[in-house]
């Protein structure tokens, strides 16, 4: 048995092997074996929906890139044992009132740097606070990984949970490398958000001020 280490989730691999006996004998390489490095079995074998969304999830779903971009029409609500997967580059298009809500349910979004994710509003010339933005409130599991909330009213909203968000960032413009920075209040919350930055949306995003980054 061994392991393979420093490959992205959701990137396929290619991989040929060798055999070693107890003698020391080497064998020629194997055929080449496709793979799929997963941060948790079976993610493939969920539902994909797309390239619309919205109403409640009380399911396990994937969204995947390539079904993508997505246009959320109306709320997407993930209740208690409904999970949402979210794959690196996937784009979440919202209509205008509508965003995403974890109320007890859970959502992990595998975002990179090179791969992000993003939740933008479905015109490409919506002014700030043209979607509602994400709701974290009393997720089981939550992980925000390379997510860019742009032009949302209230980029983030954490409540009674303790998400992982990393290298993710709620912004009122995609084209400014420095947002205005907004109040951050606690919500009750603990939350591990380093090194995060979450600033500029229209109104104030609820995350503990201990864990966050300001841009000024």
């Known amino acids: 048995t ?12 290619f991989m040929r ?10 064998s020629g390489f194997s055929a080449k074996v496709k793979s799929v490095p997963l941060p948790e079995p ?12 919205g109403g409640e999830v009380k399911e396990k779903i994937l969204l995947r890139a390539s079904r993508g971009p997505f246009l959320v029409q109306s709320d997407l609500t993930v209740l208690p044992g409904g999970s949402i997967y979210i794959e690196p580059g996937a784009i979440l298009r919202f209509a205008s009132r509508t965003g995403l809500k974890v109320l007890g349910g859970d959502m992990l979004a595998f975002g990179r740097a090179d791969a992000p994710i993003r939740f933008v509003p479905s015109s490409n010339t919506a002014a700030p606070g043209a979607f509602s933005g994400l709701v974290l409130d009393g997720a089981k599991r939550a992980l925000l990984n390379g997510v860019r909330i742009e ?4 980029g983030l909203t954490v409540k009674d949970c303790a998400p992982e968000i990393s290298e993710s960032m709620a ?16 919500s009750g919350t603990s939350s591990g958000a380093d090194p995060s930055v979450i600033s500029g949306s229209r109104r104030a995003s609820v995350i503990p001020v201990r864990y966050a980054q300001e841009i000024h």
Do not use: C, H
């Not at 061994?2 to 691999?13: Q, W």
């Not at 032009?151 to 209230?154: F, L, Q, S, V």
């Open 151 to 154: 032009r949302a009213e209230t």
């Open 42 to 53: 079976g993610l493939l074998e969920l539902p994909a929906p797309g390239p619309n969304l």
């Open 171 to 186: 912004a009122t413009r995609r084209d400014s490398p420095s947002w205005p920075s907004t109040t951050l209040r606690n």
């Open 17 to 26: 092997v060798k055999a070693v006996d107890k003698a020391g004998n080497i």
């Open 2 to 13: 061994g392991m393979v280490s420093n490959l992205n989730n959701f990137e396929p691999v």
